[in-house]
Each structure stands twice: as structure tokens, then as C-alpha cells.
């Protein structure tokens, strides 16, 4: 059974503020009743004990706080997948934009699992730029990004350079 929220404090831009809520997590789901305009979907951006903030995907636009009821999923967005779906077109919360049905009936997280950092290969082809502080910190490996962090003024670019020679 799904308890519905009606103590909704405060709607500001995109978000909603709701009182009193036991067991919500952050990324939770959340549906948004709508009285006379249906059913919305959100996600809880932030808990500080019993208050939980939750960004609205569709809009607050038509809702007040005597009309807006609030159901916590307790599980995060979760989008069906197949190969049945190849070649449709969704919105960003993985519903059909082409009215026709889902075909899939098992869904996935989209967060995925974590990987194991113990069962990743050992990197081997190792290259040194003869700059100290990213050989001996940040060793880099071939083919992987190595991001340069620099303030204004700051030579960035001849440290790009010496990397490439």
C-alpha cells in the first residue's frame, strides 16, 4: 500500500517541498497526483529528516498545495529494456513517444551496478610524460582521458604540449 503526502509546504520553479515523510531515499521515485490534471512524475533530489525536496519532470504548473497529492515508489527510475525498442523514441524518463505499447515487461535500474573496482584488468600500457607530479599521482594510461584543471593566466596550454611531446 502506497501512503499519499498531502502536506506539501512549499512549490518553487520545479520543485516541491513535502513535510512528514518516513522512509523516502534520495532518487527515489515519485508519482504526483494533480487533482483534475492526472498523474506526474518526479524524483527526490534531497531528504533532511522528515522534509524531502523533489524535483517535478513535468512542471509544477497547475499545482498548489490544498491540490497535489505525493506517492514515493521506493525504487529508482527504472526503464524497460529489449530489442524490441530499437529504432522507438522516448522521452527522458523512458516512456513511448510513439503511443505504442512497451514491450518489455522486465525493467532495469539505470544507475546499473557498481563495478568492482578488485576485478578491473591492470592497466599496462603505462606512458610517461616526464612531468612528475602526473607520472608519480595521476599516471596516465593509453587511451584514457587525463583532464587539465588550470586558472586564468596559467600556462595550460605549454603543459598540453609537453604532455604530447
Do not use: C
Not at 492526472?38 to 497547475?62: F, L, M
Not at 544507475?111 to 599496462?124: E, I, Q, T
Not at 599521482?137 to 586558472?151: E, N, V, Y
Amino acid at each position: 500500500m502506497k501512503i499519499k503526502y498531502l502536506n506539501v509546504k512549499k512549490i518553487e520553479g520545479p520543485l516541491i517541498i513535502v513535510d512528514g515523510v518516513k522512509d523516502a531515499s534520495f532518487d527515489e521515485m515519485v508519482e504526483i497526483e494533480v487533482e483534475g490534471q492526472g498523474v506526474r512524475k518526479g524524483k527526490v533530489v534531497q531528504i533532511d529528516r522528515d522534509k524531502a525536496i523533489i524535483q517535478v519532470y513535468e512542471g509544477t504548473s497547475g499545482m498548489s498545495l490544498d491540490n497535489t497529492r505525493i506517492s514515493f515508489t521506493g525504487k529508482p527510475l527504472e526503464i524497460p529494456l529489449s530489442k524490441d525498442i530499437l529504432g522507438r523514441v522516448f522521452n527522458g524518463i523512458g516512456e513511448p513517444l510513439d503511443g505504442a505499447p512497451l514491450f518489455s515487461a522486465k525493467k532495469y535500474d539505470i544507475h546499473g551496478r557498481p563495478m568492482n573496482p578488485v576485478a578491473r584488468l591492470y592497466p599496462r600500457n603505462f606512458i610517461q610524460t616526464g612531468i612528475s607530479a602526473i607520472d608519480g599521482l595521476t599516471t596516465l594510461i593509453r587511451g584514457q582521458k587525463l583532464p587539465i584543471f588550470s586558472g586564468d593566466g596559467l600556462p595550460h596550454n605549454e603543459l598540453a604540449a609537453q604532455i604530447v611531446r
